[in-house]
C-alpha cells in the first residue's frame, strides 16, 4: 500500500469546514462510506498516525479485532481504487501530497495573519473563516479540535479587520469584526473590533448600536456588563457616565 505521493497526478480537495466534502478536480465528487470519512478526516487534522493510534482514537471501545477491521476495509477503500488517497508507510499512515484539505488552508492563513504578512498572496478570503469544524458530527475526538478552530478562527477575524482598518478599508473591517460575533456574540474583543472600526470611518451612531448590543447579550446572558474599557471606547459620544452603565 505504499505509494510516493510526490507521483499523484492528481489534486482532491478535502473540506471539513462546514461539512464534510471530497471532490477530485476534473472529477465527480465523491461520498467514501463514514469510517473512510472519519480516517480521512482523522489523518487531515492529526497528521501521520500509527494504526493503533487510529484505532484508539476512532473506535476506543472497540476490541482491537473490531477496531482493526474497521481500519483495514477503510484503508483498501482509500488505496485500493483508480485513486490514492492514502499513504502507509512502516505502519504510519497518512494523506498523500495530492489531497489538500481547508482546514490546512486555514492554518496557514492564521500563521501568515499573525506575523503580520499584508501581501496580496497571503490574505485570505473571508469565507475561510466562517465555518465550524464538521459541525454535524457528534464524535468525541473532535471536540479539542473544534475548539482550537474555533479560536483560530476568532484571532484570525479580529486580526484582519485589524489589518484592513489600517489600510482604511472600513467596510471590510467591520465585515470581518462582525464575522467574528457570529462566530461567539459573547466575545467582547469581537464586538470592540466593530465599534473601533466605526469609529474610524466616523460612524459614532453605528459603533454605539454595536455597544448597545453588547450590552444586552450581556445583561440577559450573563447578567453582567460589558469591561469598562469597552465603554470608554464610546462614552465621549454616548453622553453617558459609568455609574449609569
Not at 471539513?16 to 465528487?29: A, H, K, Q, T
Not at 473506535?59 to 490514492?84: I, N, Q, Y
Not at 492554518?107 to 497571503?122: E, F, H, P
Amino acid at each position: 500500500m505504499t505509494a510516493s505521493a510526490d507521483s499523484v497526478p492528481w489534486e482532491a480537495r478535502l473540506q471539513l469546514l462546514g461539512r464534510w466534502n471530497l471532490s477530485v478536480v476534473d472529477g465527480d465528487p465523491a461520498v467514501p462510506a463514514e469510517t473512510t470519512q472519519k480516517l480521512m478526516a482523522l489523518l487531515a487534522l492529526r497528521g501521520t498516525l500509527s494504526r493503533s493510534q487510529i484505532w484508539g482514537t476512532l473506535w476506543p471501545d472497540a476490541t482491537t479485532v473490531h477496531a482493526s477491521g474497521r481500519l483495514r476495509t477503510a484503508m483498501w477503500r482509500l488505496a485500493g481504487g483508480r485513486l490514492l488517497l492514502l499513504n502507509e508507510d512502516h505502519g504510519q499512515l497518512n494523506l498523500p501530497h495530492g489531497v489538500r484539505v481547508d482546514v490546512w488552508d486555514l492554518y496557514s492563513a492564521a500563521a501568515a495573519l499573525a506575523r503580520g504578512d499584508n501581501s496580496a498572496a497571503a490574505r485570505p478570503e473571508m469565507a475561510l473563516f466562517s465555518a465550524d469544524l464538521l459541525p454535524d458530527w457528534d464524535d468525541d475526538w473532535l471536540v479539542v479540535d473544534r475548539e482550537q478552530i474555533r479560536q483560530l478562527r476568532l484571532h484570525s477575524l479580529e486580526s484582519l479587520s485589524t489589518l484592513l482598518l489600517q489600510e482604511r478599508r472600513f467596510g471590510a473591517a467591520v465585515e470581518a469584526a462582525l464575522a467574528a460575533v457570529s462566530v461567539d456574540p459573547l466575545r467582547e474583543s469581537a464586538h470592540r473590533a466593530v465599534i473601533c472600526a466605526h469609529l474610524a470611518e466616523g460612524n459614532a451612531a453605528e459603533a454605539l448600536r454595536q455597544f448597545d448590543i453588547c450590552r444586552r447579550l450581556y445583561a440577559e446572558q450573563l447578567n453582567a456588563v460589558p469591561s469598562r474599557a469597552l465603554f470608554s471606547l464610546v462614552s465621549d459620544f454616548a453622553g453617558l457616565r459609568p455609574h449609569r452603565w
